[in-house]
């Protein structure tokens, strides 16, 4: 039983338009979500994050917006660039303490072309 | 500074051998994480030390899977008796002990043959 869910294996984007990542999750305990990015044979790198107390969280051209009601969370990039692509999963956890499991998705793959 | 390093970055072994995959974290950090990624799946949660000591290790699948952080730095997860299932990226991440961002390491690839 999936908690994080990225129902869109993928995504397919030009060079300069905004690409949008969806994550819907189930377990309403979750208070604490991020957002990272994969190349491969690397491992995951932060990205952006979000606190279940605000509703965007915002860093240059990455914007992260969350629907508390509806369990959902999305990632805004803006414009986007071929240097984006990559795999981005989202994660959440119970709360900003260290020492707090982070619960993964499957990932969405970005490509963006030029 | 230095980020997360993991060594190897690949392991070959072969079914019923043993396995030990090491985690260097960010200086400073007190807090790390082990995970393990599959083909087509998200990181998964193994293990968490806090200094040394293991805090939560309900992501451990079995008793075959073990890990220590004997001086609150470096730490290794050992696997025995190695299975075909047991093929997979291992990830080590770190944080500050106050603070919730994980930074992950490059992984461990390892395959059981």
């Known amino acids: 039983d999936q908690q994080v869910k990225q129902n869109s294996p993928s995504l397919s984007v030009q060079e300069g338009r905004i690409s949008i990542l969806n994550c819907d999750y189930t377990?309403?305990?979750?208070?604490?979500f991020l957002w990272y990015k994969k190349y491969p044979a690397e491992g995951p790198t932060f990205l952006i994050s979000i606190s279940s107390i605000k509703d965007k969280n915002e860093d240059g051209r990455f914007t992260v917006f969350l629907n508390k009601s509806a369990k959902h969370l999305s990632l805004h990039i803006v414009p986007s660039q071929p240097g984006d692509s990559a795999v981005y999963f989202c994660a959440a956890s119970s709360g900003s303490q260290a020492g707090t499991a982070l619960i993964f998705g499957k990932g969405t793959t970005l490509s963006v072309s030029s | 500074g230095a980020g997360v390093s993991q060594t190897p970055s690949n392991k070959v072994t072969e079914k019923g051998k043993y396995v030990e995959l090491r985690c260097d974290p960010i200086?400073?950090?007190?807090?790390l994480y082990w995970y393990r990624q599959s083909l087509g799946q998200g990181p998964e949660f193994l293990i968490y030390f806090q200094g040394t000591g293991a805090a939560d290790d309900s992501g451990l699948p079995n008793d075959r899977f073990f890990a220590v952080r004997p001086e609150g730095s470096v730490s290794t997860l050992k696997i025995q008796r190695t299975e075909r299932g047991d093929s997979a990226v291992y990830l080590c991440?770190?944080?500050?002990?106050?603070?919730?961002?994980?930074?992950f390491g490059p992984g461990t690839r390892l395959l059981v043959l």
């Open positions: 991440a770190s944080s500050w002990d106050r603070g919730g961002t994980q930074y």
């Open positions: 377990n309403s305990m979750f208070d604490y």
């Open positions: 200086s400073g950090h007190t807090a």
